[in-house]
């Protein structure tokens, strides 16, 4: 029915004791989606109360290789099954209340979710498709999470919403990492001497000797002149340090202005060769 999925990432009471809850959702796709995104983010505990249509090729094929995921789903009948043992629940809601409810955002659910998952089971739970979760299903739960969308459309679709949650769950965790285990996941890579860069930084040596490359070639192609420089190498220079180049693109810099200067000097010499054979025509006319 379905194909075998890769193994799920992450420690085993992380994946556990947080609890995806979907209520009565309409369409079984939309419980595939949820899979895949609770799997990208390295958890793997779903729980379906009531589901329209569960299990069926359409949900499994939404899960694009999430299928375990869907094969541990509990499904049970009710929401007080889903939440039973649970020590923490928060739901999600888009729409103030008449009677104000102890309201979070997802960073901060986030953190509330793991610190009381060491007690015991920790519930999400995601409402209907069309109208979310009931005024009674939301009063079962200690927070609401408000994910701060657009006012003015700020229905989310089911897997996105809980892609939001699973994704700041998922910072959490690998910020909690002890031994910098984290570090690989968090940490940017934007520019040479960064961990992971493929080429080590070039050296100040190296760079100015491509400036003075660069300055050398720019005057071959007559583009500019030394005499009367204005702000052009400053430009170049500021954008070229802006980009913070490695070794290799060094060397390829170095290696275009070396043909251009090949190019600049082969044409200069075609017009030198065709200039005296133009003179040399004409002094044989005169001859």
């Known amino acids: 029915?379905?194909?075998?999925?890769?193994?799920?990432?992450?420690?085993?009471?992380?994946?556990?004791?947080?609890?995806?809850?979907l209520v009565e959702t309409s369409h079984s796709g939309n419980i595939g989606?949820?899979?895949?995104?609770?799997?990208?983010m390295g958890l793997g505990n779903l729980w379906l109360v009531n589901p329209n249509s569960f299990p069926d090729e359409a949900s499994y094929a939404r899960s694009s290789g999430a299928s375990d995921v869907l094969?541990?789903?509990n499904v049970v009948s009710s929401l007080d099954e889903a939440l039973a043992d649970c020590v923490l629940v928060m739901g999600t809601s888009a729409r103030g209340r008449k009677v104000p409810?102890?309201?979070i955002a997802p960073p901060e659910a986030a953190v509330a979710a793991s610190e009381?998952?060491?007690?015991?089971?920790?519930?999400l739970v995601f409402g209907r498709e069309n109208h979310g979760l009931s005024n009674e299903e939301l009063q079962r739960c200690h927070y609401h999470i408000h994910i701060p969308s657009n006012p003015d459309y700020?229905?989310?679709?089911?897997a996105m919403a809980v892609q939001v949650m699973c994704y700041e769950l998922r910072?959490?965790?690998?910020?909690?990492?002890?031994?910098?285990e984290g570090s690989p996941y968090l940490k940017p890579m934007t520019?040479?001497?960064?961990?992971?860069?493929?080429?080590?930084?070039?050296?100040?040596?190296?760079?100015?000797?491509f400036f003075g490359h660069l300055e050398q070639v720019l005057v071959d192609v007559d583009f500019h002149r030394r005499e009367n420089p204005r702000q052009l190498m400053t430009r170049l220079r500021r954008l070229f340090q802006r980009a913070r180049l490695d070794q290799m693109e060094i060397n390829i810099l170095r290696g275009i202005l070396t043909s251009v200067q090949k190019a600049a000097g082969a044409k200069a010499d075609s017009k030198i060769t065709e200039a005296d054979s133009k003179a040399t025509g004409q002094d044989n006319g005169h001859v």
């Open 101 to 103: 409810w102890p309201v």
């Open 191 to 209: 520019a040479p001497g960064d961990p992971g860069w493929d080429v080590p930084p070039a050296p100040v040596n190296d760079v100015e000797g």
């Open 71 to 73: 094969d541990r789903a």
């Open 116 to 123: 009381n998952a060491t007690n015991g089971p920790v519930a």
């Open 33 to 40: 989606a949820v899979a895949r995104a609770m799997k990208n």
């Open 154 to 158: 700020s229905s989310l679709n089911l």
């Open 171 to 180: 910072m959490h965790f690998l910020r909690s990492l002890e031994g910098g």
């Open 1 to 21: 029915m379905h194909k075998p999925a890769l193994p799920l990432e992450g420690t085993d009471s992380f994946q556990d004791q947080i609890r995806i809850v």
